[in-house]
């Protein structure tokens, strides 16, 4: 950790430097260009600021850069190709490096990897069709294209490239169609990836000709026809995405030449006709999803007899007809089964007794009848049933207070008798039964009428044997894409290594051991109170590690859900400025009470709130927070908001950001956190736990919810860009949202607002002020130079209260989207490094 010392340059015979995954921080220093003999310089995965130094673009023995995984900005030299003659691998992703990738890399005709992937690239992207031995390009999830309808011709120059492996284009603005000349790639290639952009019309018959693909993905663009009957050449294939485009035609049987498939996705399509009862011949599948289409006629048996399935199948919102299968009985590794939106009948199944392993179960919208089979009660992993808008009939069935229910849903069937109290029924909030007009009894919450008839004694069930019923707790997994970056090593990049198959990553926590870690939930352990619960300090002795626990307060209305909501966002989502979850706890405490909780890391610095306002002992014994560190805060939010919102498979609203929900590591970096109200975009989905009408509202913190939500507007991720507004400029003044001086109509947005056309000192927290006065007095420049600095800083200063304020219009259609603020802190940082750095 540290800094590099610009004595490094003085090495003169040193042929390579390695640092990567370390904690250094600091800018590259220039004197590593005094390095001439050097081949290889690796710094990937520290917290390196400002721009890469130009005089490194001059070393002409460079053979290997390697700056991933920082804090970069600024662009690459227009000249690079001509300059670094004999550059290999260029690997620079996950940064914030912006501008054009320089035409004159194609002069680097001894390229063979390419990775610039996770920054701000713009434009056009050049030509390489000098570079024959190209096995790796990858600049996924920047801005490139966006202007012309030519955006993908670049792709053709690659058909040089004879060594390709791996091609991913992903996650960027591409427009215009795919070219033909895609059936001239190399046919060594492995991945392919064109995800996330705009890009239309059909898909090539040509694909076919990859014959090696093992990853195809193009989820998320516009291509419409038919897909062609080549692509049954691909034989190679374990990961098919063509989900949200819009392909129509029917599902080709040739989908059975692929019997090697792990993962196929065409959901959200305008496929018509039958499925091909050819995809049984796909025994490897692990997850099939064909929902959201126009698919009708019967669930081929075939389709139900694919063993192997074990993550999810998701047939929903179609207009498929019939019963199901009785082979449903041959799923027993499968996760969740989606069988809701369709026009099934008949009963389901007893045969469906046997999938012991299903955790989620939606056949709601549908037309069964019938009871619920007595053999369900075999499904000792079922935490969600949702069974609800169908015609189900009979008395709810008593074994379903001995499932770990998490989530039921019985509505609008025709269920009557006595509601069952035990297990899930014992929550109103888990439980839905209304619409059922024959029920009765039940506890008070669900608001029934009496039975007329004396019930059964019951047993009553010790507390202790509610304990040993509930040993193994229904765990979240938390999920992770492995994405297994490196510098260097074919061997260490190989396609097996980057599917995006789920991994479940926790370990076992009962109650015994939250309870001992932390010391019997001693106040003296107490980290803060939340909406929902409260967050202690904690010890396990799985891990020996200190980690911070969530415990639920599951009397509060909407705790629940809450629990439900977090878990579902965290065990999807791993990146960098979120809080990580590490394991989840779901069960009973020794009253048999229920009992949940979440385990996140320990964040060593609090949370913002206390930073920015903190207590008089912790005012005495805590430093302040520097403007640097304010700008660095703010821009790590921004770009978690920024990837919840535009760069996952839907968006995500936070729906309760403000400075406590900011958590702070040892490296004072920010983790936004408390997803508890968090909500998907659109409002229902396949893949929710959570019911988006449920009681548990976007409620927020007072002062941080956008205005509209008072009026009844529907969620959005404008309503995440008001709070960062607000949190922004709270952060830049020091001042409380409750400050007695808001009044008669004034709060904070309105206050520095006034003060950018007055004088933007009055509205700058005094810290701040303080501080930029001993940055001028260590100057050695001139009296005008001083000034000139100051003008510059405050300059600053007010482009980011402009941010703050443009973000906090009370109209949303006025508000900036959460991108545009992340560019321009982005410039802000780069503009105070240049004045900061420099004393």
Known sequence: ??????????????????????????????????????????????????????????????????????????????????????????????????????????????????????????????????????????????????????????????????????????????????????????????????????????????????????????????????????????????????????????????????????????????????????????????????????????????????????????????????????????????????????????????????????????????????PLPSIMSSMRGLQVLNVSNNQLSGQIPKFLESLNLTNLSLSYNDFEGALPTGGVFRSAISTSVVGNKKLCGGLPDFQLPKCYYKESKRTRISGIAKILISTISALVGVVCILSCYTSFGLDRIRMHQLQALLKMGFWHVSYHNLLKATGGFSSTNLLGMGNFGSVYRGLLDQTQSVVAIKILDLTCEGAPKSFIAECEVLRRIRRRNLVKVLTTCSGFDFNGNDFKALVYEFMSNGNLDEWLHPTASQYMERKKLSLLERVNIAIDVACALDYLHHHYEMPIVHCDLKPSNVLLDDEMNGHVGDFGLARFLPKATHKLLVDQSSSVGVKGSFGYVAPEYGTGSAVSTQGDVYSFGVLVLEMFTGKRLIDDMFEDGLDLHCFTKAALVDRVEKAIDPILLQEIEELEKRRTIAPEGKNKSWCSIKDCLVLIIEVGITCSFESSKERMDIYDALTKLQGMRKKLLEFIVTI
């Open 1 to 370: 950790m540290g800094n590099i010392p610009p004595s490094i340059g003085n090495l003169s015979s040193l042929q390579k430097f390695g640092l990567s995954w370390n904690n250094f921080s600091g800018t590259i220093p220039e004197t590593l260009g005094r390095l001439r003999n050097l081949k290889e310089l690796r710094l990937t995965a520290n917290k390196f600021v400002s721009t890469i130094p130009i005089s490194i673009f001059n070393i002409s023995t460079l053979a290997s850069l390697g700056v991933g995984e920082n804090q970069l900005e600024g662009g690459l030299p227009n000249d690079l190709g001509f300059t670094l003659p004999n550059i290999e691998s260029i690997i620079t992703y996950q940064n914030y490096l912006t501008g054009p990738i320089p035409e004159s890399i194609s002069n680097a005709s001894n390229l063979k990897l390419i990775q610039i992937d996770q920054n701000n690239f713009t434009g056009k992207v050049p030509s390489f069709s000098k570079i024959r031995g190209l096995y790796w390009f990858n600049i996924r999830l920047n801005n490139l294209g966006g202007e012309q309808s030519t955006d993908l011709d670049f792709l053709c120059s690659l058909t040089n490239s004879t060594k390709l492996i791996f091609l991913s284009i992903g996650e960027n603005a591409f427009r215009g169609l795919i070219p033909n000349c895609i059936s001239n790639l190399s046919t060594t290639l492995s991945i392919f990836s064109l995800k996330c952009n705009h890009i239309s019309g059909t898909l090539p018959s040509g694909i076919g000709n990859l014959i090696n693909l093992e990853a195809l993905d193009m989820w998320s663009n516009n291509i419409l026809g038919n897909i062609p009957y080549e692509i049954g050449n691909l034989n190679k294939l374990k990961i098919l995405d063509l989900s949200k485009n819009k392909l129509s035609g029917q599902i080709l049987e040739s989908f059975g030449n692929l019997r090697l498939l792990i993962e196929l996705y065409l959901y959200s399509n305008n496929f018509r006709g039958s499925i091909p009862s050819s995809l049984k011949n796909c025994q490897n599948l692990l997850l099939l999803d064909l929902s959201t289409n126009n698919l009708s006629g019967h669930v081929p048996p075939e389709i139900m007899g694919i063993s192997s399935l074990s993550i999810y199948l998701d047939l929903s919102r179609n207009s498929l007809t019939g019963p199901i299968p009785e082979e449903v009985g041959k799923l027993q590794n499968l996760g969740k089964l989606y069988l809701n939106g369709n026009r099934l009948s008949q009963q389901i199944p007893s045969s469906i007794g046997s999938c012991i392993s299903m955790e989620h179960l939606y056949v709601q919208d549908n037309f069964f009848e019938g």
